[in-house]
């Protein structure tokens, strides 16, 4: 079975800009959540989505959204870009909207970068 | 304020050792546990997790221990293989798993043949 699939792996892009990062989940995992891992920091949560509908938010500006589609794949969207979003975005899958019975799965992430 | 820590942000072992990786929360509510692995350019993986209803899990070469009391975890692998050589990281989630990960920060982990 495929995992966690995120596209594109890499991409630059300067300030002012809006980036849309991609995500495929698991076969059959309804669950999306996004995470941004800034060098030498572990992941930190932005969103999680279930059945299409957000169901977390971390502490992240107004400037990031999301989306899950019909087919459980989902788009992170980043606006009017800084240098401090510079990260690798991480996106995982786990088949419900909570992971106790089997963790979160996920992607190798996007590292983006901000010149 | 981080309510994950991880205060050694690197550790060395010769290879055949024990290595011990630990892990610091400070949110009472927090009750799922996770250790993920991460190596360069790749995706955190999946290592081990642990309810706070035990206070320890194994599974072959990894052995997580949970002492809620002092709100700390830790990480042994026994024996230590060179391809454990990565990052390290400790995670946390409150109801059951039902809400987001929060992670530590990370612990390097250098196994040396």
């Known amino acids: 079975d495929a995992g966690v699939t995120q596209s594109p792996t890499h991409l630059i892009k300067t300030r002012g800009q809006h980036v849309t990062l991609r995500c495929s989940p698991i076969?059959?995992?309804?669950?999306v959540s996004w995470y941004q891992q800034v060098l030498g920091q572990g992941p930190q949560f932005i969103f999680q989505?279930?059945?299409?509908?957000?169901?977390g938010r971390g502490n992240f500006p107004d400037r990031f959204s999301a989306r899950q589609f019909p087919n459980y794949s989902s788009e992170l969207n980043v606006n009017a870009l800084l240098l401090g979003d510079s990260a690798l975005y991480l996106c995982?899958?786990?088949?419900?909207?909570?992971?106790?019975?089997?963790?979160?799965?996920f992607g190798d992430g996007t590292r983006l970068s901000i010149l | 304020d981080q309510q994950v820590k991880q205060n050694s942000p690197s550790l060395s072992v010769q290879e055949g050792r024990i290595s011990i990786l630990n892990c610091d929360y400070t949110?009472?509510?927090?009750?799922?546990f996770l250790w993920y692995k991460k190596y360069p350019a790749e995706g955190p993986t999946f290592l081990i997790s642990i309810s706070s209803i035990k206070d320890k899990n194994e599974d072959g070469r990894f052995t997580v221990f949970l002492n809620k009391s002092a709100k700390h975890l830790s990480l042994h692998i026994v024996p230590s293989q060179p391809g454990d050589s990565a990052v390290y990281f400790c995670?946390?989630?409150?109801?059951?798993?039902?809400?987001?990960?929060?992670f530590g920060k990370g612990t390097r982990l250098s196994v040396i043949a």
């Open positions: 076969s059959g995992h309804k669950s």
């Open positions: 995982a899958s786990s088949p419900a909207a909570g992971q106790r019975i089997k963790p979160q799965h």
């Open positions: 995670a946390a989630s409150e109801g059951s798993g039902n809400t987001p990960l929060v």
């Open positions: 949110n009472s509510m927090f009750d799922y």
């Open positions: 989505y279930y059945e299409k509908e957000e169901r």
